[in-house]
Structures are given as C-alpha cells and as structure tokens.
C-alpha cells in the first residue's frame, strides 16, 4: 500500500506542479537531451532530460519570452501569451542552416585559426565578465553497472544493497541537489546545500556539490584529474587543428561559428569535437567535446562528454553558462560502467565585488533538514524533470529502504552470510550484525597475506580475531584485535592486541592503546616488505631484514583542534631484545651464506647490536596544513588540501626511565611536504625531512634515524618520496643530525607525448633527486630518471627507473623495477 502511494503522489506532482512544461523534439519526432530553455534577458531556465522532458516555473503569468536552444539546431523563440497553469508547449526544433561566411583564402594560413587567435585574445576579458557571481545551483547525478560477477577474484562483491537485478545490473547511485552559491575566480567558493536527495537513503547527504563543476575552457587548462589543454588557450595551436565547419544566426542575429577541434597528438590531454565561437565578441556560446579515457590518463575510462550551453542576456551583455552536462563511460574485466551528472545554473547576480569576509574555509555547508525535503518542494526546484528510469528507480529505492533497513531483513541477510563451514576454519569467519552494526572477524589460519620467511623465525604465518562496531550518523567507529604471529623455526608464539576509537568524523579524534609482544624491523618505518624479503631470502640468500623482539603496551591520542592543525600525543613503554637467526633454509641451493641479525656486524653470528633493556617514551606531534579548506557536511568534515602551501609536521621524541641511561636522549624533526601541477607540464613533489638528536651519543641503535634503502632492485610500495634506491639499509643510521630530501617530477606525457612512435607508448618521463646529509660524511646522493604508466591497455602499473648514486664520487648505478596497484 505504502508503495502504491508513494507512486501516485510522485506521478500526481509530476504532472500538475510546473507550470511551463513540454517536449522538445527534432524534426523525425527523434527527443533531444540537454536543449537550453531560458527567459529571455534573464538567467532563469532548464534543460530538456534524456527523453526531451523540459519544466519551468516563473514568476511572471503572462507574455513570457521563452527562447529554445539547442547545438546544431535552430535557437526559437516563443511568447507566452497567457500561462493556465500547467501550460504545455511541445517544441519541434529544426536543423540548423549552415552556411560559410565568404572567406578571403589565404594558402598559408586556415581562416578558422584567426577565430581562434581573436578567442584567445578575447580569453581574459570574457573570462572576467563572470568572475564574481551569485547563483542557484543544481545537481543531479546517476551511476549505473552492468554485468556485475558475483564474485570477483574470489571475493564475494554483493549486489549493491539489492540494487542489481539477475542480470547483475542496474543504478547503484542516483541523487541530486540544491544549493545556493557564491563564486569568485579562481577558486572561492561559497555553497550552501539547501536540498540534498540521495535514492534509498533519506537519511543520506549527497556528495554532489558545486566544488568540482567550474569547468572553465577560458582559462588555460581545464582540471579532469590531469590539467587538459583548453581549446583556447595561449598555446592552443601547439596542441590543435581547428576547422570552421559552419556558422549560423541566434535569436540575437549573432553569427555563431561552429569549429571542429582535432588534436594534432592522439595521446596528449586534449579534447575532440565542437566550440561555438560568437563572431566579434568572440565569446563560448557552446561546448560539445569528447575526452578519451587514455588522454587524460585514465584508462578505466572509455569516454566522456562534456557539453556547456550559454546564454545572453541583453541587459548585461553576457554570455553565462547555465546547462552544463557530463556523461561518461567506463569498464575493466567485463564489467560496465555509465553514468552522468547534469548540472543547471541559473537566476545569476554578476558582481563587482564582494565582502572581504564572504569567502573562508569553509566551502560547503549543509541548511537544517537539507536532507528532509518533501516531493513538493523538488517538484518545484527541480528544473530537469526526472527521466522514466530515474522516477521508478526513486519509487523502487524509497519504497524498500524502510524493509532494507529493519531488523526483521537485516537479520535474515545476516543468516545467510553468517553460515558457518568447516572450510572457514583455514579461510577465515565473519559474523556480522547489521542492524546493531557490529562485527566480529576470524582470520582463519592460512591467511596468505601474512605468510613469509626470515632467518629468525624462518617461515611464519598471522592469524587473529577483530571486533568492529561503527555509527554511519555519529562518525563514531571502535576497532578491536588480536593478532597471532607464529615462527616454525624459531618455534614461538607472539600475540599483541589493540583498541581503536574514532570518536567523531568532524575534528576526527580518537584514542588507541596496544601492547603485547611483536617482532619488529630496526627501522620503524618497515622499508622491506615481508614478500620482497621471503623472496630475496630463499630464492638469493639475500636476508635483508634484520629483526628484534619487544614487549610493549603505548597509548595514543589525536584530534584536529582548528581547521588544519592536527595534534596528537604517545606514551610508549618497550622491552627490547636482540634476535639471532635460528634457520640456514634456502629453496635455491647456493654457496652463498646468510648475513647475520646484526645490522652492524653482519658477519658476527654471535654479536648483538644493544643489550636488553626496557624504554618509556612520550612523543608529541602536529601536523600543519596551510589554507586548509573543508566541506561541513552533518556526518563529518571533508578537508581540502590547499596545494598552494606545503604541509608541515613537527615532532618530539623523549625517551626516558630506561634501563641504561646511555639509553636515554631527546629528539626533534620536522617533515615538509610539498606538491604542486605545474600547467600541463606534470605534477611536482617535494619531502624533506630534518631533525636532532640531544644526549643520544650512546644511545641503542633501535633508536637510531634509519633512512629507507633499498638493495632488492624492487619496489612494490610506491614510495619514492620516501626511500631511496640503492642505499645499504643500515649504511648511515645516525644518533646526530640529518637531512633527508627527495624531489621528484612526473611530465605526465608532456615530452613522451611529442616523439614520434614513442608516444604511442603512453609512458610519463619521471626524474628525481634523492639526498642525505649527516655530520662527518659527504652528502649521499642519487639520481634518477625513469619511467611510469607502463603496461598495456587498462592495466598500466609498472615503473622503471634507472638509478646513479653518488657519494664523494660514483658509487654505484642500477636499474629499480616499481609496481603499483
């Protein structure tokens, strides 16, 4: 009964509610998506929906000068005369006329270039005409798959919360938006959401906002994940060939040229397809282009079109975008992937200026009960009617969420996944309670993930239990856990467990404590992952990872305490053991003997790099992001990262209450990170990290500032700001002070792209400089120069860089093969 309401009050506001409203078709009676529909001299309008659907209320009853425009047809202009509410005016618009303006052919040069140079010229001073506005926003946003696998690598996938069909298809995400905004170029932005709509969750926030949409082709590049290279921009004749396909009148008797846009270079960040250049004022009437999915350095996806319409007002003379459209395509393994967001701009208010005071760091917010709205009021705000697939799929979503969410079918979901097998004990168990929202997890043992081999504790193997609870609404989530470490050859058990809270997802704070006992790496930071390190050792005998055992219980807490300023405080104690390698096993036979665990002396079988002892120590940290912006949203805080500033944090490290008081120091550091787009040029990065030790002449070598080396000529872990590639583990571990830098430049294609033959190969030249400086040593260096996004069709993961160092002259050369996921 209740769906059957539902059904009739959204087909009843459908159809009474607008009061201008209609069908806007070509002339073989085919729908036309996206035409432009405004009040003349205004702001005010919409679009027409997939099926050709159009609505418009005004404010005005009569005489209502209502103008029709489409790309490639005849703009049409009707007069209201008088509006019985609902008035319906079905259009049938005709193919434009195209004619060719008389040229004067000059051989040496393409007449539609001087279009484009008058455009280019004319950028800045169009741009500026619509660098400060007011305005009404709305955003509509659907997300459809097809072809879904129940299971993918063997991972169960689900059905999208029952949104997939037996064909394992259909709309997982389909939601829209109304929001108030002010706007002033580059980027200030000032939004507030006052309707937010997501199908199946009217508790929900949509994501769609006005943040990401300013896709603006007067400025030199346009921001699609890579910058891609606007038609008009200073160097646009570098990247495209333009051809004047037609030119034809507006409603306004303005001569609008329509100019094909081919990129000279198939694998740079281009666009393909059409802008509407207006003749003399030479401003963009009109955007329908295609970006390739490998162009802008996303093979995943196939295709997307972007379309913007404009339209002129008289009174201010500008020409304003107010329908902007993006549809796209995407797939890998089979599975399908289409979607499109609409996007309608109207009742502008262009100004001058605006308060020094309106614009801060906060983008975003969200009006009270934003998320509440009834039928009626997104019938009357929502300027693009809802297609027949989008109002069944709002009924089908809104009418079961209430059975999805109760605990009568969660509980029976749960029972069917909560079955319990013989084979769960090797592969793992969950339970999970849905509708109280917890869950309790086995890792069963034979969890691969954690199977390796060192020469301490020669194969080893994880297994643990979890509990996990979490409040969507609060932002509150706990996570509880143990985990089981077992070595066969050192024939011991280690257990440690840990508390995790996040208390909110606004200042995001939260509080851990762990303890128990661990087998650990010298260096904290772990720069050898146990699968390099099981392959390194029983296939070359090359035992890198050097090892000692601790009991330890810390506490931990951390909150960001203003906008941008993240503090967080430890408390560590630890007792500290060295190991020995208790296992000589190898797969591969060879003459070749495994080092020792002694990182300092890996000759000495018997040696141990520092004697027993137990250690307290306080850490106190901050993390600094610069022009720091945010989204408040009522389920948390979204930052922003500010990338005109670099990020800092400032550290310090006491150790105290041990053993020995050699053992005892304190340390400061700081860490900048810095990255930045330079135009279409790449992406440029930059970590440098300096610090101090006091009183720590004597201190154990655990406590050391270990760099990150790296001598298996592979690195899985995508770390190249952080490691180097040719450096000994352990070769300059130091208790003073350092410098480490590392500078690193992708060009994202911009010189591969330009050499014939290899820019098919789609390849990013990358450069870097790595560095240490310690006292009483030269300064460690390496360069490297290189290559990412190799790989074949969708799947371009690999990396090649070779490598030089250098330290008070060559050292050394190699070639480092990189993997990334």
């Not at 209740?2 to 506001?13: A, E, F, G, P, R």
């Not at 619509?130 to 991972?155: C, H, L, N, Q, W």
């Not at 059409?274 to 295609?290: K, P, Q, R, T």
């Amino acid at each position: 009964m209740q769906k059957i309401l539902l059904t009739l009050t959204l087909c009843y506001s459908l159809i009474s509610f607008a009061q201008i409203k209609g069908t806007v078709k070509d002339e073989n009676g085919k729908p036309l998506p996206y035409v432009n529909i405004f009040i003349e001299n205004t702001y005010i309008g919409t679009t027409t929906n997939e099926l050709g659907n159009y609505e418009l209320n005004s404010k005005d009853q009569k005489n209502i000068p209502l103008i029709f425009q489409h790309l490639g047809f005849k703009t049409q202009k009707h007069i209201i005369a008088n509006t019985n509410i609902p008035y319906q005016l079905d259009i049938i618009l005709l193919e434009e006329n195209y004619e060719l303006k008389e040229l004067v052919i000059n051989t040496s040069e393409n007449p539609t270039n001087e279009i484009i140079k008058n455009a280019i010229t004319a950028r800045k001073k169009n741009a500026a005409k619509t660098d400060k506005f007011e305005a009404y926003f709305y955003s509509r946003g659907i997300f459809r798959v097809k072809d879904i696998p129940k299971k993918f690598m063997g991972i169960e996938i689900g059905d999208f919360d029952g949104n997939l069909d037996s064909t394992r298809s259909g709309i997982i995400y389909q939601s829209e938006t109304v929001s108030k905004i002010k706007f002033e170029k580059p980027n200030n932005l000032k939004e507030e959401i006052i309707a937010s709509k997501i199908a199946g969750n009217d508790n929900g926030f949509s994501y769609n906002t006005a943040l990401n949409t300013n896709y603006d082709f007067y400025e030199n590049y346009v921001n699609f994940g890579i910058n891609m290279v606007s038609p008009i921009a200073n160097n646009a004749f570098n990247y495209y060939k333009y051809k004047l396909e037609s030119t034809f009148l507006d409603e306004k008797s303005q001569l609008i040229n329509k100019i094909k846009v081919t990129p000279r270079r198939d694998k740079e960040p281009v666009f393909e397809g059409y802008i509407y250049i207006v003749e003399n004022s030479w401003a963009i009437y009109g955007i329908d282009l295609d970006i390739k999915g490998y162009r802008m350095q996303e093979p995943i996806m196939e295709n997307m079109k972007l379309t913007q319409n404009f339209s002129y007002n008289a009174t201010t003379k500008i020409w304003a975008k107010n329908i902007q459209s993006i549809d796209f395509s995407a797939g890998i393994f089979g599975m399908k992937f289409t979607g499109k967001f609409t996007h309608v701009f109207s009742n502008y208010q262009f100004k001058d200026a605006f308060d020094k005071k309106t614009f801060g760091k906060e983008l975003v917010t969200f009006a009270e009960n934003a998320n509440k709205k009834e039928i009626n009021f997104w019938d009357t705000a929502r300027p693009v009617p809802l297609t027949s697939e989008e109002v069944k799929n709002y009924i089908q979503k809104d009418s079961v969420q209430t059975i999805r969410k109760s605990k009568t079918y969660l509980d029976s979901i749960d029972a069917k996944n909560n079955r319990f097998e013989l084979e769960k004990i090797l592969l793992g168990y969950t339970y999970k309670n849905s509708y109280k929202k917890w869950s309790l997890n086995y890792q069963g043992i034979s969890n691969l993930e954690s199977f390796g081999f060192n020469t301490v504790q020669g194969y080893n193997l994880d297994s643990g239990f979890s509990y996990r609870k979490w409040n969507d609404e609060t932002g509150k989530y706990t996570y509880i856990s143990s985990i089981f470490n077992y070595g066969l050859s050192e024939n011991r058990l280690r257990v440690k467990g840990n508390y995790f809270h996040r208390f909110n997802n606004h200042n995001n704070a939260y509080l851990s404590i762990s303890g128990g006992s661990s087998i650990n790496q010298f260096n904290g930071a772990e720069p050898i992952s146990s699968i390099v390190n099981t392959v390194s050792t029983l296939f070359f005998t090359n035992n890198f990872m050097k090892l000692y055992n601790k009991e330890f219980a810390d506490v931990n807490y951390g909150r960001e305490v203003a906008n941008g300023l993240f503090i967080s405080g430890k408390l560590i104690y630890e007792n500290r053991r060295a190991l020995l390698n208790t296992t000589e096993y190898t797969l591969i036979k060879s003459d070749d003997l495994y080092t020792s665990n002694d990182p300092l002396q890996p000759l000495n079988f018997t040696s141990t790099p520092f004697n027993p002892h137990h250690i307290f120590k306080f850490q106190l940290g901050t993390r600094i992001h610069f022009g720091q912006k945010y989204i408040s949203r009522p389920d948390g805080k979204i930052n922003i990262q500010n990338d005109n500033y670099p990020v800092i944090s400032l550290n310090y490290e006491k150790a105290f209450g041990t053993t020995h008081k050699n053992y005892r120091y304190d340390l400061i550091n700081a860490v900048v990170d810095y990255s930045k787009t330079i135009g279409n040029k790449g992406d440029f990065e930059l970590r440098i990290k300096a610090g101090k030790f006091f009183g720590a002449k004597n201190i154990a070598f655990v406590d050391f500032k270990h760099f990150n080396g790296n001598l298996t000529h592979v690195n899985i872990m995508n770390n190249s700001l952080n490691a180097f590639n040719l450096l000994p583990y352990y070769s300059h571990s130091t208790n003073d002070a350092y410098i480490e830098t590392h500078i690193e430049h992708n060009f994202k294609g911009y010189i591969m792209n330009k050499i014939p033959l290899l820019n098919k190969l789609q390849w990013n030249l990358i450069g870097g400089f790595h560095q240490i400086n310690i006292p009483n040593s030269k300064p460690y260096q390496e360069l490297t120069i290189g290559f990412d996004n190799i790989g074949w069709g969708k799947f371009r993961m690999l990396r090649i860089d070779y490598v030089r160092s250098y330290q008070n002259g060559f050292q050394g050369d190699g070639v480092m093969f990189g993997l990334k996921l």
